[in-house]
């Protein structure tokens, strides 16, 4: 692991799902290898800032200068004209990904060429596990049994890219089996249509579709408060748009719902979904979430299932 290092994953949450948090340990441990960690850090603490966060009561590599310059980044001399770009696209990336343009695209292309790839995903990992340390250590209980070190996984470990490793990670979350089918439809497209993913809001779950989500009920997550979904999905879709906006939207009352309709068990596999379903955001700033060779139906869906993997089974249209 490097020498720094800013994040603490919640041990209830690795206590539930060893495999999966081992796997993010070690996408963060190379996302802060791939880049300059003061680069890094300096975007962590603007995250932290945007979505409600406390990352800056943490250690940073950043002179006390240039913490105290941050707000002002876009005219303080102390930043580079690569950490200002970055912080732009970082800004944008939190607060409205989809309005990502192609300029934006082109300002840190001019400064990292074929690195923007690699850096929109170490952006991606340095936003959402500063989110899942939050949301999780609030909906979590506290673990009192020593939490699981899972093995080793083998060739995974060591040099892996960092995109590799963040495929991993997605695959081990979805094969966690503890939230129902219908959930996890409707948090995955309340996360699409917030980011505005052309890919994820043409997609349907087919188990989700086989236990009875159709348009009508899909309709239903963008004005849900108003809607007659039952409240286990609500509740859900609560903690959803606390998630992947401001995390300090995540009031005790909220926790408390949100406990009364979940396990813990259910609970932690929530919150690794919402990351899942959250690596849009990678392919939306990119400007790669286009859905045009989907197969799709009359309706315009298409829908997809995963294999025992985790990997995505292939799209149809029926």
């Known amino acids: ?21 081992r796997l993010l340990e070690r996408v963060n441990d ?26 800056g009561r943490r250690p940073t590599v950043l002179a006390a200068a240039k913490v105290a310059a941050l707000r002002s980044y876009p005219t ?16 944008q990336f939190v607060i409205d990904v989809g309005g990502t343009t192609a300029e934006s695209r082109d300002g840190l292309a001019a400064h990292l060429g074929d690195r923007v790839p690699d850096f929109v995903a170490a952006l991606y990992v340095v936003e959402f596990t500063q989110r899942l340390e939050l949301i999780a250590g609030a909906l979590l209980e506290p673990v009192h049994v020593p ?28 094969r966690g089996d503890a939230l129902d089918p219908v959930t996890t439809e409707l948090v995955r497209l309340r996360c699409a249509r917030t980011h505005r993913c052309r890919i994820c809001q043409t997609l349907r779950l087919a188990d989700a579709r086989a236990a009875g989500v159709d ?20 509740s859900a879709l609560r903690v959803t748009d606390a998630f992947v906006t401001r995390c300090d939207m995540l009031t005790d009352a909220v926790v408390r719902e949100a406990r009364s309709w979940f396990g813990q068990d259910e609970l932690a596999e929530l919150c690794l979904d919402i990351t899942k379903w959250s690596t849009q955001k990678i392919h939306v700033a990119l400007g790669t979430d286009g859905a045009d060779a989907l197969p799709t139906n009359d309706a315009g869906v298409a829908f997809f299932d995963f294999d025992s993997s985790g990997a995505v089974a292939g799209f149809r249209a029926g």
């Open 1 to 21: 692991m490097p020498e720094y290092r800013c994040w603490d994953l919640p041990p209830a949450l690795s206590a539930r799902r060893p495999e999966a948090c």
């Open 30 to 55: 190379r996302a802060w290898r791939t880049f300059d960690p003061a680069l890094l850090d300096a975007v962590r603490l603007r995250v932290a800032w945007l979505i409600g966060g406390d990352a």
């Open 76 to 91: 303080s001399p102390l930043y580079t004209p690569l950490e200002r770009e970055c912080l732009t696209f970082a800004e």
């Open 147 to 174: 939490t699981p070190h899972p093995a080793d996984a083998g060739p995974l470990a060591g040099e892996a890219p960092l995109r590799e490793l963040l495929r991993e990670y997605q695959k081990a979350v979805v």
């Open 215 to 234: 348009e009508t009920v899909t309709a239903k997550v963008d004005f849900y408060e108003r809607s007659d979904l039952p409240e286990r999905h609500k």
